[in-house]
C-alpha cells in the first residue's frame, strides 16, 4: 500500500517557488531600472538568468541521476540561491557585482524545480492526475505575489525589494525541508543508444525545437521590459501587477482545458495558433499598450503564448520520443527555452532605446510568426501520432 500523499507539503513548496517567479519576473527590471542601469545593461542581466536556465539543470540533473539524492540537491539549491548568493546583493551595487549576484542565484535556484518535479511525481506514484492539483498552487503563489508586490511599490520605495525576495526565499528554504523525500522508480531508466538522436532528425522534430527557440525569443521584450513599458505609458505598479496575474489566470484556465482541446485538434494546429497569436499579442503590446481594453486581451492572449504552447511541445516530446528518450527530448526543450530567452533578453536589452518599444515587440512578433510559417510548412499531422 502506498504511503499517503503529502499533498500541502508538495504544494507549499510550488507556492514558494512560483511567488519568488512572480516577485522577479515582473519586478526585477523595474529594480534594475531604479539602481539606474540603461535597457541595455537590464536586458544583459535578465539574459544571464536565462543563460543559466540552458546549463544548470542538466548538471544538477546529471548529479541527481548519479546520486539519487534529489531532495539533498533542492534543499542545497534552495540555500544557496538565498544565503550564498542573492543575500549579496545588499553589498553596493556595481554592475558587475549584480550580474555575479543574478548568475551565482540563478544557477542554484535553476537546479531547484527540476529535482522537486521528480520528487513530486515519486510521492504520486500512478496518481499522477493530481499533479495538476499540486502544481495550481505554484499559480496561486505567482498571482498573489504580482498583485501585492504591485500594490505595495506604489506606495513604498523600491529599495526594499530585495528584502521582499529574501523572505520569500526564506519561505522556499523552509518548504523543501518540510517535504519528506522519494525516490523513482528506477525501470526504464537507461537510456537508449542512437534512438534519441534518430529521433530528433526526423522529420519535424529538429523544426519544431527551433520554434520552441523563437518562440522563448519573442518573449523577450515582455519579460523584460512590459513592466516598464506600462509604467511609463503612466499605469500603476497595482495595476501592472494585476494585469501580470490576469496572463497567469488566463493561463491556469488554458491548462485546465487543454485536455478537451487535444480531443479536437492536432498538436500541430494547436502549436500553429500559439504561435499566430503570440504574432498578434507582441503587435497588441507594442503598438496599442495605452488603451486599456487592448492589454486585457493582450494578457488573456498569455492562454496561448504560454499556456497551450507549452502544453502542446510537451505533448509533442512525449510523442516522438520513447520512455527511454523522454528525459533528452525534455532537457533540450528546456535548453531550447534558455537559449531563445537568452537571445530575446539580450536584442530587447539593446533595442529599447534604439528601436523604442513599437519596433521592439514588432520584431518579436516576427520571430513568432516565423515560428508558425516554420511548423505550417514542416510539420505534417502524421508525426503527432495520437495526438489527433
Known amino acids: 500500500m502506498n504511503p499517503p500523499l ?116 515519486a510521492h504520486l506514484h500512478k496518481q499522477t492526475s493530481r499533479y495538476s492539483q499540486i502544481r495550481l498552487w505554484g499559480s496561486i503563489g505567482f498571482i498573489l505575489t504580482v498583485v501585492i508586490i504591485g500594490r505595495l511599490y506604489d506606495w513604498l520605495s523600491l529599495d526594499s525589494y530585495p528584502v521582499v525576495v529574501v523572505v520569500i526565499m526564506v519561505g522556499i528554504i523552509s518548504a523543501s525541508l518540510w517535504v519528506p523525500n522519494a525516490q523513482p522508480s528506477s525501470e526504464g531508466n537507461r537510456l537508449a543508444g542512437d534512438g534519441f538522436l534518430k529521433q530528433l532528425l526526423s522529420p ?89 481594453w487592448v492589454l486585457i486581451v493582450a494578457q488573456l492572449l498569455h492562454a496561448a503564448t504560454f499556456g497551450s504552447f507549452h502544453a502542446a511541445a510537451i505533448a509533442f516530446v512525449q510523442c516522438n520520443f520513447s520512455d527511454r528518450e523522454q528525459g533528452r527530448g525534455q532537457a533540450l526543450y528546456s535548453a531550447l527555452v534558455g537559449t531563445g530567452g537568452v537571445i530575446g533578453a539580450l536584442y530587447s536589452g539593446y533595442s529599447w532605446n534604439l528601436l523604442g518599444p513599437t519596433l521592439t515587440f514588432s520584431v518579436a512578433s516576427i520571430a513568432a510568426l516565423a515560428a508558425a510559417i516554420i511548423i505550417g510548412l514542416r510539420l505534417h499531422e502524421p508525426n503527432q501520432g495520437a495526438m489527433q
Open 6 to 121: 503529502p499533498y500541502w507539503r508538495l504544494s507549499s513548496f510550488y507556492l514558494f517557488y512560483f511567488a519568488l517567479l512572480g516577485a522577479t519576473a515582473p519586478f526585477l527590471a523595474l529594480y534594475f531600472d531604479h539602481l539606474g542601469f540603461s535597457s541595455a545593461r537590464i536586458g544583459e542581466l535578465v539574459s544571464i538568468s536565462m543563460l543559466m536556465r540552458c546549463v544548470a539543470p542538466n548538471l544538477w540533473g546529471w548529479i541527481g541521476d548519479a546520486t539519487g539524492r534529489r531532495l539533498a540537491i533542492v534543499r542545497f539549491g534552495a540555500v544557496c540561491s538565498t544565503l550564498a548568493s542573492f543575500c549579496l546583493i545588499f553589498v553596493p551595487k556595481t554592475y558587475a557585482w549584480v550580474a555575479l549576484v543574478i548568475a551565482l542565484h540563478a544557477f542554484f535556484w535553476h537546479a531547484v524545480l527540476p529535482q522537486f518535479e521528480v520528487i513530486t511525481l
Open 204 to 292: 519535424g522534430v529538429l523544426a519544431f525545437y527551433a520554434c520552441v527557440a523563437l518562440m522563448q525569443m519573442s518573449h523577450g521584450p515582455y519579460y523584460t521590459f512590459l513592466t516598464l513599458h506600462l509604467e511609463h505609458l503612466g499605469y500603476s505598479r497595482g495595476v501592472i501587477g494585476m494585469l501580470w496575474a490576469l496572463g497567469v489566470v488566463a493561463e491556469v484556465l488554458m491548462f485546465l482545458a487543454m485536455s478537451r482541446i487535444f480531443e479536437r485538434f492536432s498538436v500541430r494546429r494547436v502549436l500553429l495558433a500559439s504561435f499566430l497569436l503570440a504574432a498578434l499579442r507582441w503587435l497588441l503590446l507594442g503598438s496599442f499598450a495605452e488603451f486599456f
